[in-house]
Nanobody, 124 residues
């Protein structure tokens, strides 16, 4: 069973940056894509980005494309999300997730494992 732990959240001003990290432990052999989601106050869980097992193929939601960057380091068993040009509407709990399917998916129910989340707050 996988265990995912996010870190790197915090409070920043609009236009600021953060780098979120996700540490993956346990049986990682069958894990394919890794993804990042978020859930803002009063909002549903929202897909942000995903990366293939190789780390080469990446997919971003329109809301964050050009501002956020996903990456992974399989040797370190880490996944990252670089957040740039942050806006107040980016305020949310950010979650790391892992899926056993190979194809690109934005559907939360196709991700099998989840971290506990890390809070990102963007305000003046």
């Amino acid at each position: 069973q996988l265990h995912l732990v996010e870190s790197g959240g915090g409070s920043v001003q609009p236009g600021g940056s953060l780098r979120l990290s996700c540490t993956v432990s346990g049986d990682t052999f069958d894990v394919q894509r890794m993804g990042w989601f978020r859930k803002g106050p009063g909002k549903d869980r929202e897909f942000l980005a995903s990366v293939s097992q190789s780390g080469i193929a990446k997919y971003y939601a329109d809301s964050v494309k050009g501002r956020f960057t996903i990456s992974r380091d399989n040797d370190k068993k880490m996944v990252y999300l670089q957040l740039n040009s942050l806006k107040p509407e980016d305020t949310a709990v950010y979650y790391c997730a892992a899926t056993l399917v190979v194809h690109t998916t934005t559907r939360s129910n196709e991700y099998n494992y989840w971290g506990q989340g890390t809070q990102v707050t963007v305000s003046s």
